[in-house]
RNA sequence: GCCGGGGUGGCGGAAUGGUAGACGCGCACGACUCAAAAUCGUGUAAGGUUACACUUGUGGAGGUUCAAGUCCUCUCCUCGGCACCA
C-alpha cells in the first residue's frame, strides 16, 4: 500500500479542525499551561518561503513534544501587518494597503495548515485590525502618562526612499533596515520613547532570562553601559574610559556641533567654517570618513593633571552624543589621536607607568617618557596601560579626590523614535491645543520638555482610526500623508474644547509588536474589546513558555519588547518583569550559499514540495538539514531521499502483523529504549537533525531484524516509533496510529514514551581493545561479564589480534572503562 | 579595533576526555528488468594491500593525559554582532 500524502495530509489536517485538537476551548480553565510562542510573520505578497517553512517546523515540533508530555500547548499565529514593508509593496503594485491583507493573510494561512503545524487558529492577532491597534494606541498613551513619551526635536535618521525617519535600530551600517537606502541626517521634531530609563534594568535582567549568549551580548552591547569620567579640562568637559592617558593629553577635540553650539563665536573663523562645513556631510559621509581632518580653534584649555595649556581642535571624528561630544587627546595611546597629532604636529607623550607602589609619586612627578614617539608607528601599538589596573583605580581616585573628575555613566543606547511619516500604521493618539499651549497648560507637567497644549485621546475614544485614503503614498516633506486630510487631524480640545489638532505621523510597527504576545490568550474573551489583555488569562498563560524566533531580531524587537513589558510592569499591569524568560534563536536558512531573498532570485517556496513531496517529507527534509541554530543550505538532492526514509517508514509501521525472531529481541529492545533516551534527549535540546538520525537507526535495525515468533516486541517498537515520529511527521503518524494500530484518541495526545535505564545495555556488547591508546582489537562479552573488570581485561588479553601486540612486553597499567575500552600500557 | 560562533570525507553533518566520520546525500558496483525508472544489496577518509596487516588523519605548532576533534598555550583562516564609543 502506498503512501498517499496528499490525501492523508489533508485529511487529518481537517479532522484535527474540527476536533479543536489545537484549540482549547476555554483558555482559563485548562491544566499546565505551555505557550508555546513562534514570533509572528508580516504577510508578505509572496507568501513564506522555505526559511519560514524552517523556523516554524522547529517550534511546531517542540509545541507537539511538550502536548505529549501531558501540557495544554497554547500556539497562536498572527501578523505583523502594519508598517513599511506591507505598504511598500502595496505602492508597488498600485493597491492599498488593506486590499493586499486580506489576500496575504490568507494565503499565510493555508501554507501554514499545509505544513501541518498545530496552531490556535480561533486565537489570532492582525496588529492593523482597530480592535488590536486600539491597544497599541491606549499602551503609548500609558507610556506618555508615565512620562516615558516626549517629543523633541533632534537630528533623525531619515530614509529618502522611504521618506520616513527610522529608529537608531533601524539603521544597519548606515543604511535604512528595510531599503538599504544611506540614511541623512534631518532636523525633524519627533515622538521618543524613553527606553533609555530602562537602560539598567533592561541589561541587568539579562543575567536571569535563559537565553541564548549571543543574543545576550548582542543587547549588551547595544545598551553599551560605559562607566566613565566627566573630566573639566578649563570651561569644556570630556568623557572618557581611560582616564589614566589624561598625562598623555596633549590637545582637546570637539565635534562640529559642540563648536557652534557652545563655543562660537570665541573661535577661529577657520573653526567655524570647517564645523559648518562637516555638519552638510551625511551621516554615512561622516562615518566612513577615516581622514582626520580638523582645524585649530585657536582656544587653549587647562590639562587638569598635567596643568600644562594645550589647544583646542575642532573634528568630525568626534561625534556628538557620545559622551560630551568634546575629548581628550592621547596620540601616544589611541590610534585616531595618533593620526591627528601626526597630522597637525602635535606632541606625543607616552603615559609610562603606574606600577602600584609608585603611583603617587608617578602622578606628582608626571612621570613621562624621553623616548621618540616614532616607536608607535601602527594602530596596534597602543595598549599597554588599560591593561594595568591596579594603577587605573589610583588615578581614577587621585582625579575624584582632587575633584578633577566626577563619575559620569554614558550608554550607546538612544531613547527610541517611534514616529513615523508614513501612513500603514497606528496613528499616535494625541491631540495638540495651540489655545492650551499658550496659556501653559497641557496634559502632564515634564521637567524635561515643554508638554503644554498636548492630550492623549481617552481610553473610551480609542482607537483613532486610521482612514482609508487614496493619497496614501509618502510625499517626503517631513510629515506623514495624513497631514493632507483635515477630516483626519481636525478635531476638539479635550480640555478647553478649541479647534485643535491630531497628531498625523503613525508609529513604528515595532510598538505593534512589542505586546502581541499578551493579546493572544485575550482573543475571543468576552471583555476582548474592553481589555488589552484579561488579568486572570495573563495570570494563567504569561510568562512565554517557550519563545521561538531568529536572532535578527537581537536588539530590535527583543529589546523592544522587552522594555514595553517592564514599563507595564511598572504600570502594574503585569505581574512579570521579562515577558520571554526562555528564548531560542533559530539560524537562517540559505539556498545555494547564499541568504534567500527576492533580489537574489533564489527563495524557496515550500508549496510545491508539500505537493510534490508532503509536508511530512519537508518537515523531515528541513530538520535533518543541520542544527537548528546553524544555517542550513536547501538543496533538491537531499529531500529524495527523505522521501525514501518516509516511504520505508510507511511499509515498516503497516506491517503489523509480522514478529521479530528470539534472537533480536533483545537488540531492538535495546535500541528501542536508547532510541527514547536519544530523542527525547535531544528535542530538549532542540537538536531535531541528530533525534532523526536516531530514529533512523531504530528504523534500520527493524527492518533489518529476523521475522519470527515475538509479536509483542515488534508491536511495542512499532508504537514507540510511532509517538517518536508524531512530533516530526504528524499526518503519518496520525494515520498509522488511529487507522492501522487502532489505538484511540490522537498521537499528539499520546503519552510520549518513557526509557527504561537497565534496557539500554544489550546482552552482547562490543569492547574495543587497546595497546598505549591505539585500537587493536575488539572483544565481543556479555552483560554480566562486562561488569567483573578482571574477566574482561583476561579475555582482551588472550584475544588473537591483542596477543600478538603483547608478545614480549610486559603490561605496565591496565585501563578498564566499563563496556566501552580496555587500555594496556606497556 | 572590540565581543561572540566556527574550522572534521566529494557534500550536509555526528561524536558525556574513551573504537573519529553516526545518520543522510552523492558516487561506484551488483540484483531485479528486453531496457529504464523505482526498489533492494554491497562498498565508499587518505596511503597501502588481491585481501588483510599496517601507516597517516578533525586548519597549523606545542603541551597535559593511559587515552585529545574534545582540555591548556600560541597561531592562521572564516562567519556573525558592534564600532572614528573617546
Not at 370 to 397: C, H, I, Q, Y
Not at 421 to 431: E, L, N, S, T
Request: charged share 25%; net charge negative.
Amino acid at each position: 500500500m502506498k503512501y498517499e500524502h496528499q490525501l492523508i495530509e489533508k485529511k487529518w489536517q481537517m479532522k484535527w479542525d474540527t476536533e479543536s485538537l489545537y484549540s482549547a476551548a476555554d483558555m482559563k480553565d485548562i491544566e499546565n499551561p505551555f505557550y508555546n510562542l513562534f514570533m509572528f510573520p508580516y504577510p508578505s505578497a509572496e507568501g513564506l518561503h522555505a526559511g519560514h517553512a524552517f523556523s516554524s517546523t522547529g517550534s511546531d515540533i517542540y509545541g507537539r513534544f511538550m502536548r505529549m508530555h501531558g501540557k495544554t500547548v497554547f500556539q497562536p499565529m498572527g501578523y505583523d501587518s502594519f508598517g513599511i514593508h506591507s505598504e511598500n509593496y502595496a505602492i508597488k503594485v498600485g493597491q492599498t494597503p488593506q486590499f493586499m491583507l486580506s489576500r496575504t493573510t490568507k494565503h499565510f494561512e493555508e501554507q501554514l495548515r499545509s505544513l501541518g503545524h498545530g496552531y490556535d487558529w480561533k486565537r489570532t492577532v492582525t496588529t492593523s485590525d482597530p480592535d488590536y491597534y486600539k491597544w497599541t494606541q491606549w499602551l503609548f498613551t500609558l507610556c506618555f502618562k508615565a512620562g516615558l513619551a516626549y517629543r523633541k526635536e533632534a537630528k533623525v535618521n531619515w530614509c529618502p526612499s522611504c521618506k520616513t525617519v527610522l529608529s537608531d535600530e533601524q539603521v544597519i551600517d548606515g543604511k535604512c533596515e528595510r531599503c538599504g537606502t544611506v540614511v541623512e541626517r534631518k532636523d525633524l521634531t519627533q515622538w521618543f520613547l524613553s527606553i533609555t530609563k530602562y537602560a539598567d534594568r533592561l541589561l541587568n535582567n539579562l543575567e536571569n532570562i535563559e537565553w541564548p549568549s549571543k543574543i545576550k551580548q548582542a543587547q549588551k552591547q547595544w545598551i553599551g553601559k560605559g562607566e566613565g569620567l566627566e573630566i573639566k579640562f578649563s570651561n569644556i568637559a570630556v568623557w572618557t574610559t581611560y582616564w589614566e592617558t589624561i598625562f598623555g593629553a596633549t590637545f582637546l577635540v570637539v565635534s562640529p556641533e559642540y563648536l557652534l553650539s557652545k563655543l562660537a563665536p570665541d573661535v577661529s573663523v577657520e573653526s567655524i567654517r570647517y564645523a559648518e562645513h562637516a555638519l552638510e556631510k551625511s551621516a554615512d559621509e561622516r562615518r566612513t570618513n577615516r581622514k582626520k581632518t580638523g582645524e585649530n580653534t585657536g582656544l587653549t584649555v587647562l590639562n587638569p593633571a598635567t596643568k600644562d595649556q594645550i589647544p583646542v581642535y575642532v573634528a568630525d571624528y568626534v561625534i556628538e552624543g557620545v559622551g560630551t561630544g568634546a575629548v581628550m587627546g592621547v596620540p601616544a595611546h589611541d590610534s585616531r589621536d595618533f593620526e591627528f597629532a601626526k597630522k597637525f604636529n602635535l606632541p606625543i607623550v607616552p603615559v609610562v607607568s603606574y606600577a602600584n607602589s609608585e603611583i603617587n609619586q608617578s602622578i606628582k612627578k608626571n612621570e613621562r617618557s624621553s623616548e621618540e614617539p616614532g616607536a608607535l608607528t601602527n594602530s596596534g601599538d597602543f595598549n599597554g596601560l588599560s591593561s594595568n589596573g591596579e594603577g587605573k583605580d589610583a588615578v581614577r581616585k587621585w582625579l575624584v579626590e582632587q575633584r578633577l573628575a566626577e563619575p559620569q555613566t554614558n550608554y550607546h543606547l538612544r531613547d527610541w523614535l517611534i514616529s513615523r511619516q508614513r501612513y500603514w500604521g497606528a496613528p499616535i493618539p494625541m491631540v495638540f491645543c495651540e489655545t492650551c499651549a499658550q496659556k501653559g497648560d497641557g496634559e502632564v507637567k515634564s521637567g524635561t520638555w515643554n508638554a503644554a497644549g498636548w492630550y492623549t485621546v481617552s481610553e473610551e475614544n480609542l482607537p483613532v482610526l486610521l482612514p482609508e485614503i487614496t493619497d496614501y503614498k509618502p510625499k517626503g516633506e517631513g510629515k506623514g500623508p495624513l497631514a493632507n486630510h483635515k477630516e483626519f487631524y481636525e478635531t476638539v480640545c479635550p480640555k478647553c474644547g478649541e479647534k485643535a489638532e491630531r497628531e498625523t505621523d503613525v508609529m513604528d510597527t515595532f510598538v505593534d509588536s512589542s505586546w502581541y504576545y499578551l493579546r493572544y490568550p485575550t482573543v475571543g474573551l468576552s471583555n476582548s474589546s474592553e481589555v488589552p489583555f484579561d488579568l486572570e488569562v495573563t495570570k494563567k498563560w504569561l510568562p512565554v513558555d517557550l519563545y521561538f524566533g531568529g536572532a535578527e531580531h537581537s536588539v530590535l524587537h527583543l529589546l523592544y519588547a522587552r522594555f514595553m513589558n517592564q514599563v507595564l510592569f511598572d504600570q502594574k499591569k503585569v505581574s512579570f518583569e521579562e515577558p520571554f524568560p526562555h528564548l531560542y534563536a533559530h539560524g537562517l536558512m540559505i539556498k545555494d550559499g547564499a541568504k534567500m531573498s527576492k533580489s537574489k532570485g533564489n527563495v524557496v517556496n515550500p508549496d510545491e514540495y508539500i505537493t510534490k513531496f508532503g509536508a511530512d517529507t519537508l518537515r523531515l527534509y528541513i530538520m535533518f538539514l543541520g542544527p537548528m541554530d546553524g544555517s542550513p543550505d536547501f538543496r533538491d538532492t537531499g529531500i529524495e531521499g527523505m522521501q525514501r526514509f518516509t516511504n520505508r517508514v510507511w511499509d515498516l509501521l503497516n506491517d503489523v502483523n509480522r514478529g521479530v525472531s528470539k534472537k533480536d529481541v533483545s537488540a531492538i529492545v535495546s535500541k528501542m529504549h536508547q532510541t527514547v533516551k536519544k530523542v527525547t534527549d535531544d528535542i530538549n535540546v532542540f537538536h531535531y537533525n541528530t533525534a532523526i538520525s536516531g530514529l533512523m537507526e531504530f528504523v534500520n535495525e527493524l527492518k533489518d531484524s529476523e521475522i519470527g515468533d515475538d509479536k509483542e516486541t515488534w508491536k511495542e517498537a512499532l508504537k514507540t516509533l510511532t509517538t517518536l515520529l508524531a512530533p516530526f511527521t504528524p499526518h503519518l503518524t496520525e494515520e498509522v496510529w488511529r487507522e492501522v494500530l487502532n489505538e484511540s484518541g490522537s498521537v499528539h495526545t499520546a503519552p510520549w514514551p518513557m526509557h527504561d535505564e537497565s534496557k539500554i545495555i544489550p546482552d552482547q556488547i562490543v569492547v574495543a581493545v587497546q595497546i598505549n591508546g591505539k585500537l587493536r582489537g575488539q572483544i565481543e562479552i556479555s552483560k554480566e561479564e562486562s561488569e567483573n573488570e578482571e574477566k574482561v581485561t583476561l579475555k582482551a588479553k588472550v584475544d588473537e589480534q591483542v596477543a600478538k601486540w603483547l608478545e614480549d612486553k610486559s603490561i605496565r597499567k591496565t585501563i578498564y572503562v566499563k563496556g566501552k575500552i580496555v587500555n594496556f600500557v606497556v
